[in-house]
């Protein structure tokens, strides 16, 4: 069974950081791409970052590039998402996905696992 566990989520100041992980168990994240997304309260969820299988390719919002990082570490079998300069409008909850494929897409379909999800929260 696939599980993932997501971690790191908290308040924070407007242009501060926060590192969110996401271990996984029943799936080698080295073997399938892997992302993030996020939710608000009457918002549809949306796409945040994407990691491929090999780890080579990411892929980001508008919205966080330049700001948010994402990468994979095959030695503890997790995902993780560096976020800086965040902002108020990043408040939201964080959901750790997994795809079926090794694409890194941007679109929620391809991600047959998804995590409990962790409450960011940027006050202003």
């Known amino acids: 069974q696939v599980q993932l566990v997501e971690s790191g989520g908290g308040l924070v100041q407007a242009g501060g950081s926060l590192r969110l992980s996401c271990a996984a168990s029943?799936?080698?994240?080295?073997?399938?791409?892997m992302a993030w997304f996020r939710q608000t309260p009457g918002k549809d969820r949306e796409f945040v970052a994407a990691?491929?299988?090999?780890?080579?390719?990411?892929s980001y919002a508008e919205s966080v590039k330049g700001r948010f990082t994402i990468s994979k570490d095959n030695s503890k079998n997790t995902v993780s998402l560096q976020m800086n300069s965040l902002k108020p409008e990043d408040t939201a909850v964080y959901y750790c996905?997994?795809?079926?494929?090794?694409?890194?897409?941007?679109?929620?379909?391809?991600?047959?696992?998804w995590g409990q999800g962790t409450q960011v929260t940027v006050s202003s």
């Open positions: 996905a997994s795809s079926i494929y090794g694409l890194a897409s941007t679109g929620s379909a391809v991600y047959d696992y």
């Open positions: 029943g799936r080698t994240v080295s073997n399938y791409a």
């Open positions: 990691i491929n299988r090999s780890g080579g390719i990411r």
